[in-house]
């Protein structure tokens, strides 16, 4: 993964990850509906995916790792060219998730992350992934709200971490 590459959201319930040189790396088919968007963590170490079934998907690039269920691309697996493993499953929102963002923590060396997502349901909600490198080799884990803010009369179209971190 040392060239550039992009990742996609669709409606047919897939993402994918492509490099720029015009090769499908994976065809990311976990969700069940319609997906809104996808980001980076800002290290790169996890790509996280928000969709109309509710579910914020996190997943983690899996070199040589043998598919399971919980792996990107189960049905399109001969045209996979990487292996990406759903590693955390995030459940709050009761309606589509249309937006994402990360924060990344470094605490005594050891990484932890912070996510948030926007929904129809009118919530962000603030989620801590942390243990990345533990990630790999389990199956997929729920995780449940670090908090839930509320407060906003319509629907959250969209959000950003202050990247000054104030």
């Known amino acids: 993964m ?5 990742s996609s959201s669709s409606s047919d ?17 976990t969700h069940t509906k319609s997906v809104n968007i996808v980001r980076w963590s800002p290290d790169g170490v996890f790509l996280a ?13 899996t070199p040589g790792m043998v598919s399971n269920q919980s ?11 990487e292996s ?43 989620w801590t992934i942390s243990c990345p490198h533990d990630a790999i080799s389990r199956t997929s884990s729920l995780v449940s709200p670090s908090k839930i803010l509320k407060g906003h009369d319509s629907y959250v179209k969209g959000l950003a971490f202050d990247p000054l971190g104030r």
């Open 2 to 6: 040392n060239k550039p590459t992009t």
């Open 84 to 126: 990406w493993s759903r590693c955390y499953t995030l459940q709050g929102h009761t309606m589509d998730v249309l937006d994402l963002d990360w924060q990344r923590l470094v605490v005594d060396h050891q990484s932890s992350y912070t996510l948030a997502s926007a929904s129809i349901d009118n919530l962000i909600i603030i």
């Open 49 to 61: 995916s928000g969709s109309d079934d509710n579910y914020v998907l996190v997943h983690r690039h």
């Open 71 to 81: 792996t990107f691309g189960m049905m399109h697996s001969s045209s996979n060219k």
């Open 13 to 29: 319930s897939s993402s994918s990850s492509s490099s720029l040189d015009d090769a499908l790396l994976a065809i990311l088919s």
